[in-house]
Nanobody
Framework: QVHLVESGGGSVQAGGSLRLSCVASRGTFSLYTMGWFRQAPGKEREWIAS????????NYADSVKGRFAISRDNAKNSVYLQMNSLQPEDTAVYSC????????????????WGQGTQVTVSS
């Protein structure tokens, strides 16, 4: 079973930047789409970005488009989320995620999440 471990969260002021990292314990990492979700207090978990297997096609939620960038390094079994122009409404626990099956980038197929890392943005 794959395990995902995130790092890089923290506290920043509005307008600042953070880079999140996620390492996956998966031997065929390059065959799987990777994504980032977030959950703010009192709100449902929200998909914010994903990057497909091998070719690296990216998709973003409107709420982060133009400010966040997802990338991956298949040699390091890692996915990253560069977050710029952070705003207080970006405060949440951020988790990386992946489907159980390879070769799918359907958001509904995400089924494995990491423990999450807290991002707090102050005004």
């Amino acid at each position: 079973q794959v395990h995902l471990v995130e790092s890089g969260g923290g506290s920043v002021q509005a307008g600042g930047s953070l880079r999140l990292s996620c390492v996956a314990s998966r031997g065929t990492f390059s065959l799987y789409t990777m994504g980032w979700f977030r959950q703010a207090p009192g709100k449902e978990r929200e998909w914010i970005a994903s990057i497909s297997w091998t070719e690296g096609r990216t998709n973003y939620a409107d709420s982060v488009k133009g400010r966040f960038a997802i990338s991956r390094d298949n040699a390091k079994n890692s996915v990253y989320l560069q977050m710029n122009s952070l705003q207080p409404e970006d405060t949440a626990v951020y988790s990386c995620a992946t489907p159980v099956a390879p070769y799918t980038d359907y958001v509904g197929d995400f089924a494995v999440w990491g423990q999450g890392t807290q991002v707090t943005v102050s005004s």
